[in-house]
């Protein structure tokens, strides 16, 4: 079974500033993909990031990074250069690919609630 | 292009009445899913189809139904309503079942059973 730990439920964060929210993962399959999702106060979930089990280098998107070492079993996310907007709840997330089932389903951790001060 | 729509909002029933969570896509995404979100909990998988006709279980399955008869639409039955029931429900759609896509979400339904 797959499992997805964030150990931080809260984080503050002063604007401008970086910010890390942490994520381990447990799986015994190679290829999965992982994922990180943001939801604000407003409730919808809205996909940030992706990186591949197979990818050799680690992901960007605008602010965002992902720092991938595959070996620790975690996919932190980096937001730089935090702003007002990206207070929010922040979920980490994976996929497992095999060729007998399973799917697509996502397993998500439990959250890190992220607030940006002034 | 709508995306992923659920209705209703919001939704307010007693313990042992039943309801619908109704789930579209518009994107031909052959794979979907239901998940419920509780305090301190992330998502959990309920449901989920890879296509019309087929539906699996997902984590947390007692107490729901679904059906998948056509590919933009994946309804999420609540046979006889509890109050452990009360959660917000979303619905997902990606393409394929390969890793690579994203899931794309639904705006939730906020279900409160009393």
């Known amino acids: 079974a797959q499992k997805i730990t964030q150990t931080q439920p809260g984080m503050f964060v002063q604007e401008k500033e970086a910010v890390t929210l942490d994520c381990t993962y447990d799986?015994?399959?190679?290829?999965?993909?992982l994922f990180w999702y943001k939801q604000p106060s407003s409730g919808e979930m809205i996909f940030l990031i992706y990186?591949?089990?197979?990818?050799?280098q680690n992901a960007t998107e605008g602010r965002y990074s992902l720092n991938f070492q595959k070996a620790r079993k975690s996919a932190n996310l980096v937001i730089s250069a935090s702003q007002l907007g990206d207070s929010a709840m922040y979920f980490c997330?994976?996929?497992?690919?095999?060729?007998?089932?399973?799917?697509?389903?996502?397993?998500f951790g439990t959250g890190t609630q992220l607030k940006v001060e002034l | 292009n709508a995306g992923v729509t659920q209705t209703p909002k919001f939704q307010v029933l007693k313990t042992g009445q039943s309801m619908t969570l109704q789930c579209a896509q518009d994107m031909n995404h052959e794979y979907m899913s239901w998940y419920r979100q509780d305090p301190g909990m992330g998502l959990r998988l309920i449901h989920y189809?890879?296509?019309?006709?087929?539906?699996d279980q997902g984590e947390v399955p007692n107490g729901y139904n679904v059906s998948r008869s056509t590919t933009e639409d994946f309804p999420l039955r609540l046979l006889s309503a509890a109050p452990s029931q009360t959660s917000v429900y979303f619905c997902?759609?990606?393409?394929?079942?390969?890793?690579?896509?994203?899931?794309?979400f639904g705006p939730g339904t906020r279900l409160t059973v009393t």
């Open positions: 189809s890879v296509g019309a006709g087929i539906t």
């Open positions: 799986t015994s399959d190679q290829s999965y993909g």
């Open positions: 990186q591949g089990s197979y990818d050799e």
């Open positions: 997902a759609s990606s393409y394929s079942v390969g890793t690579t896509y994203e899931q794309y």
């Open positions: 997330a994976m996929r497992v690919y095999r060729l007998t089932g399973g799917g697509n389903k996502l397993t």
